[in-house]
């Protein structure tokens, strides 16, 4: 037995090669019917789902109740904590989830294109499920719900594979899942919950290329690098969150202070908070006034000179600050001799996912929206609008940092694919 209490199967053992390998044919014949369900039924599926949970909210939050009672014997960071932790506030805005993306619109069917060639050949592409997938994370337990629910509205089969720490929690919840399954006449195996905590699970799954069409994985740096190196099946990643506000000379500082706050403060453990301060050189006597309101929450700032000069409780910043995803009440500081430093910076020690500039300067506001390469980049606005909820999609199955196929919040659209379909009548090629 594991510290869970669940059976461990070490190193991969047949046993457990083969109830992944069964798991995932499983999620192939789920997937096969999916592909096909009509929009209403998916629908049905997540009300009904929405409802088990708000049914069942003592279940859910006691199973969480005993993560965190276990998660505290293991001495777990305070951002890992923060992210497993389930209230009634957290798990209204899971059930919120589930009947939002169940009144998204269907992404599967929406033709993309449409052409005829002069031989008459009719020509569509069209959006598809991709086919299973299966996600890999580590402590929230929302995501067990958002994922599910958004590879369902996708049409695609769903194999969970939750962190240890959130395992009661994501077991109570998929129950729900199964719950407006059952009630929609969809196969349970539409989304599943690796059964188990072992950490060879991972690896049988990222080898079975012949049933698993996709890999997300959502957690730290190691279990994305262990996901990459190991999956034979394509990977859709989401990295390190090292995300920057720009304090641009023609900023409102009422504005610049407000967003920055936010953008750090309002949960310091999430992939979207801002890690690093810059601020133009040419409003320097400003700076510390701009992180006052930091330091006041209780958030440690390191800084180069000029801010350990402006406050002094500012402490200096090593170099490695700056390339540093802190997940914590923790911020480097930094001033910049304009746009072009600053853009320069954040393309060469950001992540790639979330940026903002904050000015009145719309000319540079578009040169830093243009130039900046991430997956979102904000003028005037809170880093931490980068979420699929926010932008509408209802929820998101994770931030992909990658560049290909999807990048950004990844929701229902972004869990298709695509295929042709050819209308001909009788041509030949010649």
Known sequence: MNARGTPKDNGGSPALEAAIAALARDARAAALRLATTPTEAKRAALKAAAASLRRNATNVLDANARDVAAAGCNDISGAMLDRLVLDQKRLDAMIAGLEEVAALPDPVGRVLESWTRPNGLRIERVAVPIGVI??????????????????????????????????????????????GLRAAGLPEAAIQLVPTTDRAAVGALLRLAKDVDL????????????????????????LDGLCHVYVHAAADLDMAKAVLLNSKMRRTGVCN??????????????AGELIQPLLAAGCEVRGDETFVAADRRVKPAAPIDYDTEFLDAIIAAKVVSGPDEAIAHVNQHGSHHTDSIVTNDDAIAERFLNEVDSGVVLHNASTQFNDGGQFGMGAEIGISTSKLHARGPVGVEQLTTFKYRVRGAGQLRP
Request: proline residues 4%; neutral net charge; contains cysteine.
């Open 134 to 179: 299966g996600i890999i994370y580590e402590s929230r337990p929302n995501v067990t719900a958002d994922a599910g629910s958004l590879c369902l509205m996708a049409g695609n089969a769903a194999i969970l594979r939750g962190g240890s720490e959130s395992f009661e929690s994501s077991k109570a919840i998929v129950a729900c899942l199964a719950d």
């Open 215 to 238: 890999i997300v994985p959502r957690g730290g740096r190691s279990l994305i690098e262990r996901v990459q190196a190991e999956s034979r099946i394509p990977v859709l990643a989401h």
């Open 273 to 286: 908070a801002a890690e690093s301060l810059l601020i133009d050189r040419a409003i320097v006597t400003r």
